[in-house]
């Protein structure tokens, strides 16, 4: 009592000090769990020193087990204890009262599915203890047509058995012997169920059978009737060309996803181009060479690369300097630049090229440097998104992790929490 006092006050000097934050809905909830503390503190004072008379409750007939840990004090001397606590034993009314209770439960249920003891065709409910437990149930029956579990064996009869059961209930040393009569009738072959009934009970015997053959026969008579047995069909031819016609199905639709993600791709290849051929194209023409030289120099150090490094931006430019080598006039390459190309950066480039054409070197390094500046802008704010994609995939696991470790750190704590 007085370590949670001291735990208590100190608690609340922190808080005194912390008051004037923003946090104070935090504050407010370790007050209240302080102030429960001390509540519980009390309460246990006073019931351990002003209530508690050294008397133990024994456990009553159906309560688990409980543990009290003691601590007894002397003149010099002080010592704990931890008892467990006994159950307390019935007298005589108790326990016939308990066999009266146990009586009407097997009244209301020993019947099971069938609505009188006078025609019994389903199996019975012949529990093997009653009123939660404190009645044990030994069963017995004057006919085979009666298992002690309950099954009802009247495959075989022909006509209605009076059967005898006889139920010994023991309760805390005492026992008592109740009768109950049934009268067993056989089964119906004209029915659905009884066909059911009777064939389940003729497999069970012949699976329960011992004998050194290598094969047992199903049965092929039941009553007057012929029995056909055929194996069931489990349908794997069935269900492996559905499996073929969906697989068909979704064929457009897996290559449509595979060319959406290649078309992704492709787009993204280049956006990483386009600021790395235009730097090159800016640098070469500030030197005085000419727009189709200029993309010979970058198709040539594209090339040096090897194939390994295949780049469709670059792709785009081998081509059109092949096309201007070739005799083809600038305007008609820049063009085509743009109209055989998906990416709006190149077609950027082709109106631009294209409007330019007659300007001269200055107007066109004039537009492209602006160009350069607002597509390497575009790369920026273009990685700067992907950095926040991924760091939003990592709160996953991390929330993962901070779940495992709270896992670790609070388990054992409730575990060791004896109240």
Same mark, same amino acid.
């Given at each position: 009592?007085?370590?949670?006092?001291? %735990?208590?006050?100190?608690?609340?000097?922190? $808080?005194?000090?912390?008051?004037?934050?923003?946090?104070?809905?935090?504050?407010?909830?370790? %007050? &209240?769990?302080?102030?429960?503390?001390?509540?519980?503190?009390?309460?246990?004072?006073?019931? #351990?020193?002003?209530?508690?008379?050294?008397?133990?409750?024994?456990?009553?007939?159906?309560?688990?087990?409980?543990?009290?840990?003691?601590?007894?004090?002397?003149?010099?001397?002080? /010592? =704990?204890?931890?008892?467990?606590?006994?159950?307390?034993?019935?007298?005589?009314?108790?326990?016939?009262?308990?066999?009266?209770?146990?009586?009407?439960? $097997?009244?209301?249920?020993?019947?099971?599915? #069938?609505? =009188?003891?006078?025609?019994?065709?389903?199996?019975?409910?012949?529990?093997?203890?009653?009123? *939660?437990?404190?009645?044990?149930?030994?069963?017995?029956?004057?006919?085979?047509?009666?298992?002690?579990?309950?099954?009802?064996?009247?495959? +075989?009869?022909?006509?209605?058995?009076?059967?005898?059961?006889?139920?010994?209930?023991?309760?805390?040393?005492?026992?008592?012997?109740?009768?109950?009569?049934?009268?067993?009738?056989?089964?119906?072959?004209?029915?659905?169920?009884?066909?059911?009934?009777?064939? =389940?009970?003729?497999?069970?015997?012949?699976?329960?059978?011992?004998?050194?053959?290598?094969?047992?026969?199903?049965?092929?008579?039941?009553?007057?009737?012929?029995?056909?047995?055929?194996?069931?069909?489990?349908?794997?031819?069935?269900?492996?060309?559905?499996?073929?016609?969906?697989?068909?199905?979704?064929?457009?639709?897996?290559?449509?996803?595979?060319? &959406?993600?290649?078309?992704?791709?492709? =787009?993204?290849?280049?956006? /990483? *181009?386009?600021?790395?051929?235009?730097?090159?194209?800016?640098?070469?023409?500030?030197?005085?060479?000419?727009? +189709?030289?200029?993309?010979?120099? $970058?198709?040539?150090?594209?090339? +040096?690369?090897?194939?390994?490094?295949?780049?469709?931006?670059?792709?785009?430019?081998?081509?059109?300097?092949?096309?201007?080598?070739?005799?083809?006039?600038?305007? /008609?390459?820049?063009?085509?630049?743009?109209?055989? #190309?998906?990416?709006?950066?190149?077609?950027?480039?082709?109106?631009?090229?294209?409007? #330019?054409?007659?300007?001269?070197?200055?107007?066109? $390094?004039?537009?492209?440097?602006?160009?350069?500046?607002?597509?390497?802008?575009?790369?920026?704010?273009?990685?700067?998104?992907?950095?926040?994609?991924?760091?939003?995939?990592?709160?996953?696991? &991390?929330?993962?992790?901070?779940?495992?470790?709270?896992?670790?750190?609070? %388990?054992?704590?409730?575990?060791?929490?004896?109240?």
């Amino acid at each position: 009592m007085i370590l949670t006092l001291c %735990v208590v006050a100190f608690t609340f000097l922190m $808080i005194a000090k912390k008051w004037k934050t923003n946090r104070k809905v935090y504050l407010k909830v370790i %007050v &209240l769990i302080e102030v429960a503390a001390v509540l519980w503190e009390g309460i246990f004072f006073i019931n #351990n020193t002003l209530f508690f008379d050294n008397r133990i409750r024994k456990l009553e007939s159906g309560e688990s087990g409980r543990k009290e840990k003691l601590e007894v004090r002397s003149r010099g001397f002080s /010592e =704990e204890y931890e008892l467990e606590v006994p159950k307390r034993s019935l007298s005589i009314e108790e326990i016939e009262a308990l066999f009266e209770k146990a009586y009407k439960e $097997i009244r209301k249920s020993y019947l099971g599915e #069938n609505e =009188e003891e006078s025609h019994v065709t389903h199996d019975l409910v012949l529990r093997e203890s009653y009123v *939660d437990g404190l009645v044990s149930a030994n069963w017995k029956a004057d006919s085979e047509c009666i298992s002690s579990t309950g099954k009802v064996l009247n495959h +075989r009869i022909k006509h209605k058995k009076h059967v005898l059961l006889t139920v010994t209930l023991r309760c805390k040393g005492e026992e008592v012997i109740e009768s109950v009569p049934i009268i067993v009738c056989p089964l119906d072959l004209k029915t659905h169920e009884g066909k059911q009934k009777a064939i =389940e009970y003729e497999l069970e015997e012949l699976l329960q059978k011992k004998d050194t053959k290598k094969y047992f026969e199903l049965p092929e008579m039941l009553g007057k009737a012929r029995l056909k047995w055929t194996r069931k069909n489990d349908y794997k031819g069935f269900i492996v060309s559905v499996m073929g016609l969906i697989i068909l199905v979704l064929l457009p639709f897996v290559e449509l996803e595979k060319t &959406l993600r290649e078309q992704k791709y492709r =787009e993204q290849i280049y956006k /990483e *181009d386009y600021p790395k051929i235009l730097q090159k194209l800016v640098m070469f023409v500030e030197c005085g060479i000419s727009v +189709r030289k200029s993309f010979s120099l $970058i198709r040539d150090s594209y090339l +040096r690369r090897g194939k390994k490094d295949f780049r469709y931006g670059f792709e785009v430019i081998s081509k059109a300097a092949k096309r201007l080598e070739n005799g083809e006039s600038e305007l /008609e390459v820049y063009r085509r630049i743009g109209t055989e #190309n998906i990416s709006r950066d190149f077609k950027k480039l082709s109106y631009l090229l294209c409007q #330019n054409l007659k300007g001269g070197n200055e107007a066109l $390094i004039s537009v492209l440097e602006h160009e350069v500046g607002m597509a390497i802008e575009r790369e920026r704010i273009d990685q700067k998104a992907k950095g926040e994609l991924i760091s939003t995939k990592l709160v996953v696991p &991390l929330m993962i992790m901070l779940f495992v470790v709270m896992l670790i750190l609070v %388990v054992p704590g409730i575990w060791g929490i004896s109240i």
